[in-house]
């Protein structure tokens, strides 16, 4: 039995007027032990995904099973306890802790609430809780408020809060985004360090695909356009060989360190930059896709087996070139034109 299954999940937004639903027919699965990356650009809906998973958000259609067990229909001490089994690393960590509380009073509010310390132990454990995020072991930290706090030192707060919980799910939203690169690793590593030691499973949204490749490695991807999953399968194998033209785009829009391949995605006229809004029928990407045909329009495309538990929502996967060769052919050409 899987972690948490998500079963053609929607939602609107009861105050949005937009005719297209935030999250459309999504299905997804979740493992013990494991991660699982939600990629897209901004406003596609991981983040509300992320929510739904989290109990934050009730769906507006769909299921949401943990354990075998519909969230939404779970009597209260058991909906309690998948609260508690399912923790948040918000993306923005100051506005995540409360600014009238000091760092102690947020990070012992769960312990108590739980009963996973007494009045008598509690400082004890918030002692060793700090220990183990990096951050100094001390009274005095405990003391601070939040804007007494580094970013990397909230964040380090905020992880050390959710793994407080002893949770079997962390959803991780953006939680390196608004941090300084330097941090950024250091972070991601502390992330991977708690999966080892307490066999975490993790939601990773993120827009990143530098990120993904490096804290979802051997895990698995979903790429989100407008609410619809689009590509699915295992991490290098959907960044090093996408199969659905978003995917592919979002995968040249990577920063590289070759300076022919930069100069020639500045010289070829790039189809991710369409800014067509989403196909209100047929396929959500058929607007923007450079071999959208009729059919793209009329019809929503089936999710498809490409490859090994690989699927991609498109028509026509087989033309949607390999990432590297074109890369390649692109760098030559310019070299050959420079030359010139």
Not at 57 to 68: A, H, K, M, R, S
Not at 233 to 255: M, Q, S
């Amino acid at each position: 039995m899987s972690l948490l299954e998500i079963r053609s999940l929607g939602h609107r937004y009861p105050s949005s007027r937009a005719k297209r639903p935030v999250l459309n027919g999504v299905d997804m699965t979740i493992e013990e032990d494991s991660i699982t990356a939600v990629v897209g650009e901004s406003g596609c809906g991981k983040t509300t995904l992320g929510r739904v998973v989290a109990g934050l958000i009730e769906p507006t259609t769909g299921q949401v099973l943990f354990d075998g067990q519909n969230v939404w229909e779970m009597p209260k001490q058991q909906r309690a306890q998948y609260r508690r089994a399912v923790q948040v690393v918000h993306q923005d960590p100051f506005s995540s802790l409360n600014p009238g509380l000091r760092a102690g009073d947020s990070l012992s509010a769960g312990l108590l609430y739980h009963k996973l310390a007494s009045r008598r132990t509690v400082k004890t454990r918030m002692l060793e809780l700090l220990s183990s995020v990096g951050l100094d072991a001390n009274e005095e930290l405990l003391e601070r408020f939040p804007h007494q706090l580094s970013g990397g030192q909230r964040q380090r707060l905020i992880i050390a809060r959710a793994m407080s919980l002893q949770p079997r799910l962390v959803v991780a939203d953006e939680p390196v985004s608004m941090l300084d690169v330097s941090l950024r690793v250091a972070v991601l590593d502390l992330l991977l360090a708690m999966r080892r030691q307490h066999h975490l499973a993790y939601v990773f949204v993120s827009h990143d695909f530098g990120v993904v490749r490096y804290f979802a490695a051997g895990g698995r991807i979903l790429v989100m356009f407008f609410g619809v999953v689009v590509e699915e399968g295992a991490t290098d194998d959907v960044i090093d060989h996408p199969r659905h033209p978003y995917t592919y785009l979002l995968r040249e829009a990577i920063p590289v360190p070759d300076p022919r391949v930069a100069r020639a995605r500045r010289e070829t006229p790039p189809a991710e930059r369409l800014q067509a809004a989403p196909a209100s029928r047929g396929c959500v990407f058929a607007n923007r896709c450079p071999f959208a045909s009729d059919e793209c329009h009329d019809a929503r495309p089936p999710a498809v087996e490409v490859g090994d538990n690989h699927r991609v929502r498109c028509f026509f996967p087989e033309r949607v070139p390999q990432v590297s060769t074109v890369l390649q052919d692109r760098a030559a050409k310019v070299s050959v034109d420079h030359a010139d």
